[in-house]
């Protein structure tokens, strides 16, 4: 009939297209028989196109509708349906809004309307989907269908049985299937072209196989997901899926445990969540035990999966395992691969590099980039922009367990040796580079990462810090004294460029503890100089101090080692500074810079100037010491280590700016601590920063400068907060917001 009506009016099925806005490729399906039952909106469209009368009109509707109820009894039912929702869904309204845009892709070339949720197992990739799925079937109404493609399996679906599963659900019966794959896929699409039908494609394994099941374009969109980042996917919108939020996660497993009725468990299914790591999977887990077993107190399997030993076992319900889930992508990996992630379990930190890895792993950086590539893109690693990977801490502990079942005791402690001496002399050539006697080294350890600057050891020191502390505990509990020491003395100048950094103490304290069973007293004094300097700077702990100056000068008395005596005078110098003991400071003080001077130790003599002349009230002197001190290290012949004096410089501007603010030449001292907060800003010293923002911020004040003023204030409590200092920041947040 369409046919007939066509030719009378003298249109060809180009003519008629552009008329009416129907595909040719529809019209000549209709002609042709193929298509008997087309929607309604189609018909009205081609009828006015046509300009059909009323009876004329009134028939070919009839007719199409008729074709449609036909289409809808003959056609197969119950092909590719999707699985039920999950009613107690929580969160993921970000993600939910993200493929809800599926709907707002248009059917221009290019915008196929591809949505692909990537992420490791346990995440709940395949629940958002459904979850979605229903929330748009309305949208989708010639059908919304879900095909397992059994990624994670040792046999994936084959493409062209997808096709074929996919095809028959759409309505085609076996004998108009095509053969071949290419042919399954060009039916496919023609047929997803002009219907508006959703395909959700779960659990996907490669690229190879997914490619033929997607759209070419026009209504029939897709939503697919995979373990595997899937990157040579061409024309698709990405999103990778992370753990829930803490809060989400709580919210998840108290909508679980709802029927229990219990609502004095909230502290303990806070306790759960976090366990469980934000991992939907082992949530759902942990609350299906609760509520399948009501005797049973969510406090009581919360102190039991706290024992990282049993976590993995108590996360198993019936056939839901988090090992099993974690297994399946194991199984995938080759087998240098399986060996790298289950060693780099070993590692002390949260996160490492390629280099650690390379040496963890056994093999080349080259070998370890590859491994850690695999890893990623089965989502058992998460990786960042700055070349980091960390474990979820749910898949470090299976890696753990791994490790444990593949390798015997012997080469796990033979490899735990081999990271952490690799660490601690990555460490101690890291912390040498601002030592005044080492710098760059000059032939560097060819089995370490270079460091070809103070920045990149700076860097690296501060990234590994908890990999490097862990391998100097290792070694101090395998006796290895003379290692832990050496990487101790290492970091005595680089402390001062991280003052804030919470493991200093445990550091020089494992420093004292191996220089004395080494027995040597001189380099015992120095390491209790260094926990002086702990207490006085970042602790402020004055009296011990004190305590550990008195140890240290005795032994470096003892031992005639006259720079830890200096060293000595200057840290108790400070102290008792602080306290109020002027007198004591300076002549401790001024001992210090006669001792180092003596010695010709320029780098120290020059912290020995000026600070207690200053909290004295002899603002002239002790402006004029920073000035000879600002001299010195601009002077080139001056013999100072660079990178002693580009640490120093910014405090002796500040110390400048603070005497003449205090002289009362405020414009001059803004200038100077200006300058100084900029550099320190540069060199990372948030100490020192902190309190001259916090100076600078009064100053301004006093000048009537209220807006620079309070914006200082809210910087300086910014500042305070990040080396946590909390008494401090919320001082300078109530300056900051002050009533004028």
Known sequence: ?????????????????????????????????????????????LADALGLADADRK??????????????????????????????????????????ELLRAGDAPGTAGVRLITGSAGLGKTTLS????????????????????FGM?????????????????????????????????????????????????????????????????????????????????EGVRRLGLGPLPLLEATELLTGILKDRGASDEGSAVWQLAQLCGGLPLALRITGNRLVSRPGWNAADLAARLTNEERRLDQLSAGDLKIATAF??????????????????????????????????????????????????????????????????????????????????AAERDALTVTMASWLLRMATTAGRWFEPMYGRPDRPDPDLADLSSPEEADHWLRVNADNWLGALRHAASLGRFA????????MDWFSDQWMHAPHWYEVFTLGVEAAAVLGDPARQAAQLNMLAWVHLVPREDLETTLRYTAQAMDLATRSGATAQIALAHHH??????????????????????????????????????????????????????????????????????????????????????????????????????TEAISLMEQTQLPVP??????????????????????????QAAEVYEAIGDTEASSRCRDLANAAP
Request: net charge neutral.
């Open 59 to 100: 028939q070919l509707v009839e007719l199409a509708r008729e074709g449609r109820l036909r289409d809808h009894w003959a056609r197969p039912t119950g092909l590719c349906e999707l699985p039920r929702s999950v009613d107690d869904f929580t969160g993921r309204a970000a993600e939910l809004a993200w493929t809800s």
């Open 572 to 673: 108790a110098g400070g102290a008792l500074r602080r306290l109020g003991r002027l007198d004591e400071a300076i002549a401790s003080e001024t001992q210090a810079a006669e001792i180092h001077k003596a010695n010709g130790d320029i780098d120290r003599y020059c912290q020995c100037l000026g600070t207690c002349l200053r909290d004295a009230g002899q603002y002239d002197k002790a402006l004029e010491q920073y000035l000879d001190l600002l001299a010195l290290l601009n002077d080139d012949r001056s013999g100072m280590t660079p990178s002693v004096a580009a640490f120093t410089r910014p405090i002796a501007l500040a110390r400048v700016g603070e005497c003449l603010g205090l002289l009362g030449h405020r414009a001059e001292a803004i200038t100077k601590l």
């Open 130 to 149: 459904v979850v979605a799925a229903h929330a748009l079937r309305p949208e989708f109404p010639h059908g919304v269908f879900f095909l397992d493609l």
């Open 327 to 408: 297994g399946l992508s194991y199984e995938q990996l080759a087998d240098s691969t399986r060996r790298a992630f289950r060693r780099l379990a070993l590692v002390p930190g949260r996160s490492f590099d390629a280099a650690l890895a390379a040496v963890v792993g056994g093999t080349s950086i080259e070998g370890a980039w590859d491994a850690l590539d695999e890893l990623v893109d089965l989502g058992l690693l998460q990786d960042s922009t700055l070349g980091r990977y960390r474990f979820h801490d749910l898949v470090r502990l299976f890696a753990r367990d791994r490790l444990r079942e593949e390798e015997t």
């Open 483 to 490: 290692a832990v020491l050496g990487c101790a003395e290492s």
């Open 153 to 233: 399996s040792a046999q994936p679906l084959p493409v062209d049985e997808a096709l074929g599963m996919l095809l028959r659900a759409l309505g085609i019966a076996d004998h108009q299937i095509p053969g071949d794959v290419a042919g399954r896929a060009s039916l496919y699409r023609s047929l997803l072209r002009d219907r508006r039908v959703l395909i959700v494609l779960d659990n996907a394994a490669s690229e190879e196989q997914v490619r033929p099941l997607l759209p070419g374009g026009g209504a029939g969109k897709a939503l697919v997901t995979s373990r595997r980042l899937l990157a040579a996917l």
């Open 689 to 714: 920063q902190a309190r001259s923002l916090e100076t600078l911020a009064a100053l301004l004040a006093d000048e009537d400068r209220t807006g620079e003023s309070r914006r200082t204030y809210a």
């Open 1 to 45: 009939m369409l046919r007939r009506h066509r030719h009378a009016a003298r249109l060809t099925l180009e003519q008629l297209a552009e008329a009416s806005g129907v595909s040719g490729r529809t019209l000549s399906d209709m002609e042709r028989g193929r298509s008997k039952g087309p929607q309604h909106r189609t018909v009205t469209a």
